[in-house]
């Protein structure tokens, strides 16, 4: 969970009040945050935040928000978002760039002298942004530069690795972008993502001063931000549009708390984006939703009514509007976590505080134990260990490349996931239909570790069922891979037949055909007449496109009611 630090002179000026120890204690509640350790010397407080879906709170200003919000029963709108016609500044986005990093967002920020501790707090924002939000840079990254030292347009655009030189932050030679990737120690960290690209992603003005190097370095001249400093640019690039103007409203709002105007700038692309060809950012990309009282009501378990649900939204920073039935809602700019009806239920459960809740003792007395299906399932995993297998953990979301692409199986019956509605993240865009993907994802970070590799998992798997009431059902499954230079299907078929004979779980196989596998050596797995999954040598693409050097062959069947 997101950690960190806040000073209590600044805070208590950010909320508008004296904050001592104990009010923050008390406050921490509001963004589900808890107070870790503090420092009398120097007032620093150490704050860790639970919520991994607000963003906007892994910041001193955005806590301060939600508490100032709270406080006053509500946020003063931020008139940046509602700019209209054309921004003074543009950045222009150059051809090819939808390619290798296709987004950028952008805003003024004017009128404010930087202090020490708001450049320490953009700094620590700048690093949680890019680094947990922003997957290490690779969706999110983002840049501050002096804005009086730019000559608008700015350029967004693609250099060859030896064109271009410029001084890079730590270092006083100039560089290439080639140099920087190969010397520089952010280039050695973050090279990575730029990986594989023949041109690389730069960001110059119209006089041809070089901006940064995104999303590895800024350049020394204009992106070296210091105490004093009184207007700066603010950039954010990415690969995913919401994500992008997303990090640029936490940014922009952040500033605007701080005391600073904050001016749009128009981006124009080459192509078309989600929004267009022109974005004016900072951007508001949130609309209303309408959510009905009686569902807030039956999830807290208590009547509240519309006007107490409304004050409670509106002091959480909603916009709401609400009639006897049901309630319109609408998130400010700085926050994109709204995806179902339970979480406004939880927003009005903070904002009115759970001890308000009457705590309801269980009227019947029961005993738990382990599920039948469970108790199978220990066993399995008892056996696989004698086995020498290795257990394995995975998140059952993964991502559409992973799951379909990487297995060979687009353009086949094979590629059909349940997604994510509303994802924050492509990463996590998915519910897997298989584990192998999980196993080959572990087996791909493995290389330098002692073979054979004997990985396995057992955990739940999605699988599209439009005959099931929500068209998908959830099954457990088990999956085992085993990586080495001698694996192959005998091997595999060894083992699952030793499982299965300790199990006491007659079963077939049925030679078949399947992307993922290669042809002659790979069979349905059956059990009591039905197909319950697969048992392979895994294709050589397959192997290639998650980088296994190994030989590489798995199964994976559905776990269900015991077989006998």
């Not at 992307?515 to 050596?521: A, E, T, V, Y």
């Amino acid at each position: 969970m997101p950690t960190i630090s806040i000073f209590r002179k600044d805070f208590s000026q950010l909320v508008g009040q004296p904050a001592s120890i104990s009010d923050i204690e008390q406050w921490m509640p509001l963004v589900k945050g808890e107070v870790k350790d503090t420092s009398s010397d120097t007032g620093e407080v150490r704050v860790e935040l639970q919520d991994t879906n607000r963003p906007d709170l892994w910041c001193v200003e955005g806590i301060a928000r939600q508490i100032r919000s709270v406080l006053t029963g509500g946020l003063s709108p931020y008139s940046f978002f509602s700019s209209r016609g054309r921004a003074k500044r543009r950045i222009q986005v150059g051809q090819g760039m939808e390619t290798v990093r296709p987004y950028v967002a952008a805003c003024a920020s004017l009128e404010y002298p930087m202090t020490q501790e708001g450049l320490e707090q953009c700094i620590q924002t700048q690093e949680k942004l890019a680094d947990a939000f922003g997957r290490k840079r690779e969706t999110v990254s983002i840049g501050l530069y002096r804005l009086s030292s730019i000559a608008f347009p700015v350029t967004y655009g693609l250099v060859k690795p030896d064109e271009v030189r410029f001084t890079p932050l730590g270092f006083e030679e100039k560089m290439t972008p080639h140099e920087v990737l190969t010397v520089h120690p952010k280039g050695l960290e973050y090279g990575g993502i730029l990986s594989g690209c023949e041109r690389l992603p730069l960001l110059w003005d119209s006089n041809g001063q070089v901006l940064s190097f995104p999303p590895i370095i800024n350049s020394r001249e204009l992106g070296e931000v210091q105490i004093g400093d009184t207007d700066l640019l603010v950039e954010v690039t990415g690969t995913d549009l919401a994500m992008v103007i997303l990090a640029l409203n936490i940014f922009a709002s952040n500033l605007a708390d701080r005391g600073a105007m904050i001016e749009p700038i128009d981006i124009m692309y080459p192509y078309e984006t989600a929004l267009g060809k022109t974005v004016k950012t900072p951007h508001d990309m949130g609309n209303a939703q309408r959510v009905s009282l009686h569902a807030i009501e039956q999830a807290l378990g208590m009547s509240l009514g519309a006007e107490a649900i409304h004050t409670a939204l509106a002091s959480y920073g909603y916009q709401v509007k609400a009639t006897r039935q049901s309630v319109s809602v609408k998130l400010p700019p700085f926050r994109n976590d709204l995806m179902h009806v339970m979480d406004v239920a939880e927003d009005v459960a903070i904002t009115r505080g759970y001890d308000s809740f009457s705590p309801i003792m269980p009227q019947t007395f029961t005993v738990g134990a382990l599920s039948e299906q469970e108790q199978i399932s220990d066993r399995l995993r008892d056996l696989m260990v004698g086995f020498g297998f290795q257990e394995i953990f995975s998140n059952i979301l993964a991502s559409r490349q992973e799951l379909v692409e990487r297995m060979r199986l687009t353009d086949t019956h094979h590629e059909s996931l349940v997604e994510v509605d509303n994802v924050m993240s492509q990463t996590y865009a998915c519910l897997r239909p298989s584990i192998l993907p999980c196993l080959l994802r572990v087996e791909a970070l493995s290389p330098r570790v002692f073979y054979p590799h004997l990985l396995f998992e057992i955990g739940e798997v999605a699988r599209v069922d439009l005959e099931a009431g929500v068209g998908s059902r959830t099954v457990l499954s088990l999956a085992a891979i085993s990586a080495h230079p001698g694996a192959n299907f005998s091997e595999m078929h060894s083992y699952l037949d030793l499982l299965m004979y300790y199990m006491v779980w007659p079963y077939d196989l049925e030679p078949v055909s399947h992307p993922s596998f290669l042809d002659g050596r790979v069979g349905h797995i059956s059990c009591q007449g039905q197909m319950v999954g697969y048992i392979g040598e895994f294709h050589p693409e397959v192997l290639e496109a998650w980088q296994i050097d190994m030989p590489t062959s798995g199964f994976e069947f559905e776990i269900t009611t015991p077989k006998t």
